[in-house]
């Protein structure tokens, strides 16, 4: 056999052997992807990148919305947890209600929740948003929140400290790691 056969044999050799079989090289194909796919649990990676980026909706009602708006301040840095206080519903995945919801007050913040795009989260913070606190059957407050809103996690006190909020979102986070939170539709 002569050279130039030779190299032919070994070239027909290289590729039947293919690609796979050269060390440290890596081809993918769609039906690699689509077996990746299956055998990795997508939901949980985006779970860890919803429930490290929590935007809040900036809610204040009563002494409880102090409070709130103390948590965003530099003092207690809530961006270092990816917790950030928007504007706009638009921009929010978390609801913060603070402090009484009167009947007056609730179709608007119905509107609100609708505005926020799904999957979306429910905070009750203070007494007054849990149970209706000083106003508890009042003719003007609403009561039980909880039942127009799906409410992840509540935090007591009159008005709570900026602590509790931060821990409130920590739970949060817990709930929506876990895949044990009411988040809507995802």
Not at 18 to 32: E, Q
Not at 103 to 109: I, N
Request: aromatic content about 10%.
């Amino acid at each position: 056999m002569d050279k130039i056969e030779q190299t032919n044999v070994e070239q027909d050799a290289v590729l039947d052997v293919g690609y796979t079989d050269v060390p440290g090289t890596m081809l993918t194909d769609s039906n690699a992807i689509a077996d990746f796919i299956k055998k990795t649990k997508i939901q949980d990676v985006l779970n860890w990148g919803r429930k490290n980026s929590l935007w809040f909706m900036v809610n204040a009602m009563g002494c409880c919305g102090v409070e709130l708006l103390a948590t965003g301040m530099a003092h207690y840095d809530t961006d270092r947890f990816g917790i950030i206080p928007r504007n706009s519903p638009r921009h929010a995945d978390v609801m913060i209600i603070s402090g009484y919801v009167t009947k007056k007050y609730l179709p608007a913040l119905k509107r609100i929740w609708d505005q926020m795009p799904a999957p979306k989260w429910v905070i009750c913070f203070g007494d007054c948003a849990i149970s209706g606190g000083p106003f508890y059957e009042s003719y003007s407050t609403h009561q039980n929140v909880d039942d127009v809103f799906p409410v992840d996690v509540f935090v007591p006190g009159c008005p709570p400290r900026c602590e509790a909020l931060i821990q409130g979102f920590v739970e949060l986070q817990k709930k929506i790691e876990a895949k044990k939170d009411k988040g809507t539709d995802y």
